[in-house]
């Protein structure tokens, strides 16, 4: 494959990616588009946090936005720590080396399914291109020339057929709300308190952001210090 088909093919390989994407890091309703992240401080120390994605995010994703989410809230709040005390998280997203957000686009399988090229190729005698596929007539080596029959009619229209299912429900959006309370230190400690910087540390490099519109998207930048 050429330089420039390689990247006419990921230009249009990553067009239609993006209309189907999974929601990545990125505050909610930012830009006309509910799905995200949002944050509101109830009374004192205690915070929600919510990440809402559209039907392709993976519930492995939204813990993680949430949990980094959570570690910002702290951060911005000046909170060397903080707890969760409503909502689960898995906390196996701290682990690893996941990249939360980033789509890798696969060119080899993206060409095996591209449309064949509209360039003529030929074959024999006779030279088969857009041309000739559109209709028309074909040359061969001899001056007779090949004639095709015209299309069959199409066929008669006939109006929809609409089946009701009862008792289908939809598949519940990937949603995780938690209540978290800032923390001064790290007393009392358990399962569910969170070291501010540790999560900003783990999560911050592997989570890449929604990216402004023409740009690529980054990882998170949010300093620990």
Not at 109 to 133: F, I
Not at 138 to 167: E, L
Request: with cysteine; hydrophobic share 40%; proline share 10%.
């Amino acid at each position: 494959m050429s330089r420039t088909a390689a990247f006419v093919l990921a230009a249009l390989t990553a067009s239609l990616a993006a209309c189907v994407a999974p929601t990545p890091y990125r505050a909610a309703d930012s830009e006309g588009v509910r799905f995200g992240y949002t944050s509101s401080k109830l009374t004192g120390q205690l915070y929600r946090v919510r990440f809402q994605g559209n039907g392709r995010t993976p519930m492995r994703w939204v813990d993680a936005f949430i949990l980094y989410r959570a570690a910002e809230v702290a951060k911005e709040a000046q909170a060397p720590a903080f707890k969760i005390v409503e909502g689960d998280v898995d906390t196996s997203v701290l682990a690893g080396t996941d990249v939360y957000g980033h789509l890798a686009v696969d060119l080899e399988g993206a060409v095996a399914v591209s449309p064949a090229s509209s360039q003529p190729h030929r074959q024999g005698d006779v030279v088969v291109g857009s041309a000739e596929l559109a209709g028309g007539m074909q040359r061969t080596a001899g001056a007779m020339p090949v004639f095709r029959m015209p299309p069959p009619a199409p066929p008669a229209y006939q109006p929809p057929v609409y089946i009701y299912t009862p008792g289908y429900v939809p598949a519940p959006l990937p949603d995780r709300s938690i209540l978290i309370e800032l923390r001064p230190n790290l007393e009392s400690a358990d399962d569910k308190t969170f070291v501010t910087a540790d999560v900003l540390d783990k999560l911050g490099p592997r989570i890449k952001r929604a990216a402004p519109k023409g740009q690529a998207p980054k990882a998170t930048s949010l300093s620990s210090s």
